[in-house]
C-alpha cells in the first residue's frame, strides 16, 4: 500500500497557495523546525551512528571487519538467497500481474489480498511456519530426516523464508500499473498478428519496465536485510547459515562493536543506494505518467 | 471480403450490450455504427474483431471473408483495428509501429528488410507524416497519432478495416479534415471498413451505410439519406437531428398537426420542413411567437414558442429570413411541410 | 467464462500464481493453523495467560500504541512539511523518510542501542535527565516509533496532496480562520489516511523483531517483545507455546489488516461515490 501510493502521487509538484490558505511565516518555519528536529533524531542520527562506530578504530580496523572467513561466508549466502529469492518473486510478479490485471475472472480481489498476506505476517511468525513444517518436530520434518534432506538450519530454510517475506513486493508495483495502462497496446499487438510472447517482450515489458525495476529494487533490500525470520530458521552457524544481518548480530553480541558496525555498514550502504534508485525512479515513473496523462488529453 | 453477423448476442455478467444482433457489410462498404454511448455499438465491433467473443447461441455466427472468426487465432485472422485512444505502442518510433505486425510474421512469411522499410514508406507516404518516422508517440499530435495508428492496421493488409471512435478524442476542426481524409483514403484502397461512432454528422458524412444501435438492437439500417429522410423509429428521428414534437392526428394518410397534447399521436417535424408566414395559411397553421433569431451559420434559426409555451424551432434561408423581416416577439404562423408521424409500426 | 479470451496466458499465468503463492504462503500458513488447532483449548489458555506472556503482550500492545500515536503526530507534520512547505533538500529528506523499509532491522537496532545507550549521542544527554532509554520499555517504543514513520508518513502524503486547495480558499472565505479551517475541513479529509497510516504502524510495531531485540534488553516480565517471547520458547523446543502465541500474532495481524481493509473500502464508497 505504501509504495503504491508513493508511485501514484499527484503530478503537480506544489499548490500554489495563497496567504488565506497557508500559515504565517514563523508558524511555518516552528512546524517545518519540528519536523525536520525530528526526521533528524529518529533517522539521521541512526544512519550516522552506524558509519561512525563502524570507523571508531580507524579505517584499517573497519577493512579488517571483512577480512573473516565468517563474514565472506555471510556476503556469499546472502547474495545466493537473494540471488534465488528475487528472480523467483520476479517471475511470479510477472505471471500474477498479467493473469490479474488482464483478465476479469471471480475471486479476483481475494487473489489479490492474498499475494499481500506475508506483509502483514510478523517476521518472526514467517520463520515459524517453516519450522513447524519442516523442523524435526514439523511436519515433514521426520520423513525429511529420513531422507537426510535438511531445510531448517540450512540454506534451503532461509531461501524459502527470504522468498516468503519478498514474496508480493513485484507483484504489488506491478498489478496497479498494469491495471492502470489498459490492455489496448496489447490487443493492438494481437490483433497485428503478434504471438503472446511477443506480445509480452516487445510491448508489455518495455511499458512497464520501470515499476519492475522499482519492485525488483525494493525486493532485493528486504532480501538482502531481511532478519527476524531467517534468524528463526537459520541456526546461526557460522561460516554455514548466517547472513549478513545475522552475522551482525553475532559480532554485536559478542562486543565486537567495530565489527559488527562496519559489516553494518555495508547494509547501511546497501540502502541509501536502494532509496536513491527509488527516488530517481519514482520521478521516472511520475514523469511518464505526466507524458501519457498529457497524450491522452 | 465481406463480414456477416448472425444472430449475435453478449453479455457481461447481468448487463446486456447485444440482443439477438444480425448485420452483413459488403465487399469494400463502409459502414457506420452509429448510437448513443452504451447501445452495443463498441461491443459489436469487438466481437467482429474477435476481441470479444459472443454468448454461445444457435444460429449465431461472425463470418469474416467467409471464415467464422472464432476458428483462426489472432494472427491469421488479418482485422485491421484502430482504437478510439490509438493504442500506439509508445516506446516504439512511429517507423517502428507501423512496421510492428510485418516484424512479428513467422520468419518464412516475413517480407524482407527492404520490403518493409519501402511499404512502411509508402504508408507513410500515404498517411503525409513522411517526415516523422523517427518521432515516439508523444512527440506527435492526436491527429497524427490517429493516421499513425490507422498506418500500422493498413500495413498487415488487413481483410477489413475495423474502426472504433477514431476520432472521438480530437478536437472538432482535426475531426472534420480526418473524416473527409478517411472517406478520400477508403475510395483510394477500398478495404471493406466498419466505424463506430456516436456523431450523426460524421457517420452521415463518412459512411456509405448506416447501421443506427440502441439500447443493444439494430433501429435501422440504410444509406444516410434513408435513414435521414426515412427514419424507421422514433428513436433514429431524434438521433439524426433535431425534431420538434407536436400532436395532432392522422387524416386521410396526412398529418394534421394541433396543439393539442392530450389527444392525438405525436407527430415530429424537422426544423427545417416548417415554414413560418406572417399570415394563416394551409390545413392547420398554428400560432407562435418568435423568441430568438440566430442568423449566424450556413442557415438561419428561429426559435419561437408555441400557443401554450412550447419550443419551436424552425430553420430556413438567410434569403426568407430578410424577406420575413421577422423581430422577436412578433405574432406568427407555422406550417409544417413534412412531418413523421410513429403510430406502432405505420408511419407516414 | 475461462474458455475464450482473445488475450492469451490466462491458465498459464494464473496456474502458476495460485500455485506459487499456495506453496510458498497458503500452505505453511494453515500448517500454523492446523498445528494450533491440535492444542487443547486449555493448553492453549494456560499458554496465553501465563504471566510471562501476559506481560509481553501487554508491553507489545502498550509500547506499539504508543509508538503509532507519537507516529500519527509526527508522521501527520513530516507529511505536512513535505507537501506543503518549500525548503532545500526536499527530495533528499522525502527519500529519507523510507529508511527504515531500506535499512535492515538488524542494523537500526544495533544503532538506535548505540544511540540510546547511556554513552551514547543521546543517551549521555537524557540519562542525567533521569530518562532512561535503552533497556527499558521506552527504548522499545522509540524502535517502533522509527520503523513505524514510513507508513504514516506516505499514507497521509497523497492524501494531502488531493486536497482541493479550493475547499480551504473557501473556508477562508466564508471566515474561517487557519485552525478552524484545519480542524474542521483539512483534519476530516485526511481521517481515514490517517487511521490507515496507524493502523499500519501499529500492526507493525505488534510484529516488530530485529529493531526491538536489541534496545529492548529482553527481561522477561519486564522488557520483552512477543516476538522475542516467540524465539526464546523455539529456542528452548517449546513448540507447542510457540505455535499458541504465533496464531494469536497471526490472528491479530489479520484483524488489522481487515480493518484496513474495510476502512478503505467504506472511505472510496462514501467519498468518491462507487
Known amino acids: 500500500m505504501v509504495d503504491r501510493t508513493a508511485i501514484s502521487r499527484k503530478l503537480i509538484p506544489d499548490m500554489i497557495q495563497t496567504a488565506k490558505t497557508t500559515e504565517p511565516a514563523w508558524m511555518r518555519t516552528i512546524l517545518l523546525g519540528i519536523a525536520l528536529l525530528f526526521l533528524l533524531c529518529f533517522l539521521v542520527l541512526p544512519l550516522a551512528a552506524v558509519f561512525t562506530e563502524a570507523l571508531r578504530r580507524g579505517f584499517g580496523a573497519y577493512l579488517a571487519s571483512f577480512r573473516d572467513a565468517a563474514a565472506m561466508s555471510a556476503i556469499r549466502l546472502t547474495l545466493l538467497a537473494a540471488g534465488i529469492a528475487v528472480p523467483a518473486n520476479l517471475v511470479f510478479g510477472l505471471a500474477a500481474s498479467w493473469g490479474i490485471a488482464r483478465f476479469k475472472f471471480p475471486g479476483r480481489n481475494l487473489l489479490v489480498t492474498l499475494i499481500d498476506l506475508p506483509f502483514a505476517v510478523s517476521p518472526v511468525i514467517s520463520g515459524l511456519i517453516y519450522v513447524l513444517l519442516f523442523g524435526m518436530q514439523g511436519a515433514l520434518g521426520p520423513w525429511l530426516a529420513q531422507h537426510n534432506i535438511q531445510i531448517i538450519f540450512a540454506v534451503p530454510g532461509i531461501v524459502l523464508a527470504t522468498v516468503f517475506v519478498t514474496f508480493p513486493f513485484v507483484a504489488r508495483e506491478l498489478i496497479p500499473l498494469m491495471q492502470e495502462q489498459g490492455s489496448e497496446e496489447e490487443e493492438a499487438a494481437l490483433l497485428l498478428g503478434a504471438s503472446g510472447w511477443q506480445t509480452f517482450w516487445r510491448v508489455t515489458l518495455p511499458n512497464i519496465k520501470w515499476g519492475l525495476l522499482y519492485g525488483v529494487i525494493l525486493c532485493n533490500a528486504r532480501a538482502m536485510g531481511e532478519f527476524g525470520a531467517v534468524s528463526v530458521v537459520s541456526g546461526h552457524i557460522r561460516g554455514k547459515t548466517n547472513t549478513v544481518p545475522l552475522h551482525v548480530e553475532i559480532l554485536y553480541n559478542e562486543y565486537n562493536f567495530v565489527g559488527a558496525f562496519a559489516v553494518a555498514s555495508l547494509l547501511a550502504l546497501l540502502a541509501l543506494l536502494t532509496l536513491v534508485i527509488k527516488s530517481a525512479l519514482e520521478w521516472k515513473i511520475r514523469a511518464e505518467a505526466a507524458l501519457q496523462v498529457e497524450e491522452a488529453a | 471480403m465481406s463480414i456477416e453477423v448472425r444472430n449475435v448476442s453478449k453479455t457481461f455478467g447481468g448487463y446486456v450490450a447485444l440482443r439477438n444482433v444480425s448485420l452483413c457489410v459488403g465487399n469494400g462498404e463502409l459502414v457506420a455504427l452509429l448510437g448513443p454511448s452504451g447501445s452495443g455499438k463498441t461491443t459489436l465491433l469487438r466481437i467482429i474483431a474477435g476481441l470479444e467473443v459472443p454468448d454461445a447461441a444457435d444460429g449465431s455466427a461472425v463470418i469474416v471473408a467467409g471464415e467464422e472468426i472464432s476458428a483462426r487465432n489472432a494472427r491469421e485472422r488479418r482485422v485491421g483495428f484502430v482504437f478510439q485512444h490509438y493504442a500506439l505502442f509508445r516506446y516504439m518510433t512511429v517507423f517502428e509501429n507501423i512496421a510492428f505486425g510485418l516484424r512479428v510474421r513467422p520468419r518464412e512469411e516475413r517480407p524482407a528488410k527492404a520490403g518493409i522499410r519501402e511499404r512502411v514508406n509508402r504508408l507513410l507516404e500515404l498517411i503525409q507524416l513522411d517526415g516523422l518516422a523517427h518521432r515516439y508517440p508523444a512527440q506527435l499530435s492526436g491527429g497524427q497519432r490517429q493516421r499513425v495508428a490507422l498506418a500500422r492496421a493498413l500495413a498487415i493488409e488487413p481483410k477489413v478495416l475495423l474502426l472504433d471512435e477514431p476520432f472521438g478524442a480530437l478536437d472538432a476542426k482535426v475531426r472534420q479534415e480526418l473524416r473527409r481524409w478517411l472517406r478520400r483514403l477508403h475510395d483510394e484502397i477500398h478495404v471493406t471498413s466498419v466505424l463506430v461512432t456516436h456523431d450523426q454528422d460524421e457517420a452521415l458524412e463518412v459512411a456509405d451505410r448506416i447501421v443506427v444501435m440502441n439500447q443493444a438492437r439494430i433501429e435501422q439500417t440504410g444509406t444516410p439519406e434513408e435513414v435521414f429522410h426515412n427514419p424507421a423509429s422514433q428513436f ?10 407536436f400532436h395532432g392526428r392522422v387524416e386521410s394518410g396526412k398529418a394534421v398537426v394541433s396543439n393539442d397534447a392530450s389527444t392525438g399521436a405525436p407527430i415530429f417535424v424537422r426544423p427545417f420542413d416548417l415554414e413560418i408566414h406572417r399570415e394563416a395559411r394551409g390545413a392547420a397553421p398554428m400560432r407562435a411567437r418568435v423568441r430568438r433569431i440566430q442568423s449566424a451559420g450556413p442557415s438561419a434559426k428561429v426559435e419561437l414558442a408555441g400557443d401554450n409555451g412550447q419550443p419551436i424551432l424552425v430553420e430556413m434561408s438567410h434569403d426568407r429570413l430578410r424577406e420575413l423581416s421577422l423581430r422577436r416577439d412578433d405574432a406568427v404562423f407555422v406550417n409544417p411541410r413534412e412531418a413523421k408521424v410513429f403510430l406502432d409500426d405505420y408511419s407516414i | 467464462m475461462a474458455r475464450h479470451r482473445f488475450i492469451p496466458g490466462f491458465g498459464l499465468t494464473l496456474g502458476f500464481t495460485v500455485f506459487y503463492l499456495s506453496v510458498i504462503v497458503l500452505v505453511p500458513l494453515w500448517f500454523l493453523v492446523l498445528r494450533t488447532t491440535s492444542l487443547s483449548w486449555a493448553q492453549f489458555w494456560a499458554i496465553v495467560v501465563d504471566p510471562r506472556t ?29 507537501v506543503r512547505y518549500q525548503f532545500p533538500g526536499k527530495r533528499a529528506i522525502d527519500a529519507i523518510v523510507d529508511l527504515p523499509f531500506a535499512l535492515p532491522t538488524a542494523v537500526s537496532g544495533i544503532a538506535l542501542t548505540a544511540i540510546y545507550s547511556s554513552n551514547g549521542w543521546l543517551g549521555s544527554v537524557l540519562e542525567p535527565l533521569g530518562i532512561k532509554v535503552a533497556f527499558t520499555p521506552l527504548g522499545i517504543t522509540v524502535a517502533l516509533i522509527f520503523i513505524g514513520l ?13 486536497l482541493d486547495p479550493a475547499v480551504e480558499e473557501a473556508a477562508a472565505i466564508l471566515g474561517a480562520g487557519r485552525w478552524q479551517t484545519f480542524l474542521r475541513v483539512i483534519l476530516p479529509a485526511v481521517t481515514p489516511a490517517l487511521i490507515t497510516g496507524f493502523t499500519m504502524a501499529f500492526a507493525r510495531a505488534v510484529g516488530e523483531y530485529g529493531s526491538v531485540v536489541f534496545i529492548s534488553g529482553n527481561m522477561p516480565l519486564k522488557t520483552e517483545h512477543v516476538s522475542l517471547l516467540i524465539i526464546a520458547k523455539l529456542e528452548q523446543f517449546d513448540y507447542a507455546g510457540a505455535t499458541a502465541l504465533g496464531s494469536l500474532m497471526l490472528a491479530i495481524s489479520f484483524v488489522l489488516l481487515l480493518a484496513i481493509n474495510s476502512l478503505q473500502w467504506w472511505t472510496a464508497r462514501r467519498y468518491q461515490g462507487n
Do not use: C, I, K
Open chain 3, 150 to 162: 514510513p507508513f504514516v508518513v506516505r499514507a497521509l502524503q497523497p492524501a494531502l496532496e488531493d
Open chain 3, 54 to 82: 501476559l506481560a509481553s503482550l501487554r508491553l507489545t500492545l502498550l509500547t506499539s500504541f504508543a509508538a503509532a500515536a507519537v507516529n500519527a503526530v509526527m508522521g501527520f507534520l513530516v507529511a505536512w512539511s513535505l
Open chain 2, 236 to 245: 433514429v428521428m431524434e438521433f439524426l437531428g433535431h425534431v420538434n414534437l
